[in-house]
């Protein structure tokens, strides 16, 4: 079979197979449009929940970055409190001391007068 007759003999079949194959072709690349829009749209999608996760993350930093001032200020005023109550029970301590000193003199003090006289020391009744 020649060329020529073969053109024409599938000629017919060629017009008949031309729209389907047309058809199929436009499928094909409306299917990677479509493919290539719901990848573009899955991306978009992923973006804006990571930058809603970035967001959130900001804030939460930003959050406990605050608190942590706050622990570090109310530490710090803890620490003072807590040198000035050791440094106020230190003056009592010594006052107390220094009390104890005196008393014990004044105690030394009388005995040695009773003493001196003759009074013996009495046991206390």
């Given at each position: 079979m020649d060329i020529p007759t073969a053109i024409a003999k599938s000629w017919p079949y060629v017009m008949v197979a031309a729209p389907g194959i047309y058809a199929v072709v436009k499928d094909l690349l409306g299917r990677r449009a479509i493919a290539r829009k719901a990848e573009a749209d899955l991306m978009q999608m992923a973006q804006d929940a990571a930058s809603g996760v970035i967001h959130?993350?900001?804030?939460?930093?930003?959050?406990?970055?605050?608190?942590?001032?706050?622990?570090?200020?109310?530490?710090?005023?803890?620490?003072?409190?807590?040198?000035?109550?050791?440094?106020?029970?230190?003056?009592?301590?010594?006052?107390?001391?220094?009390?104890?000193?005196?008393?014990?003199?004044?105690?030394?003090?009388?005995?040695?007068?009773?003493?001196?006289?003759?009074?013996?020391?009495?046991?206390?009744?």
């Open positions: 959130t993350l900001r804030e939460e930093a930003d959050r406990l970055a605050h608190r942590l001032e706050q622990v570090e200020a109310e530490l710090g005023d803890l620490r003072r409190e807590h040198s000035r109550m050791i440094l106020d029970k230190d003056a009592r301590i010594a006052l107390l001391e220094g009390e104890k000193r005196q008393l014990e003199a004044r105690v030394a003090a009388y005995r040695r007068i009773l003493a001196a006289h003759g009074l013996a020391e009495e046991s206390a009744a």
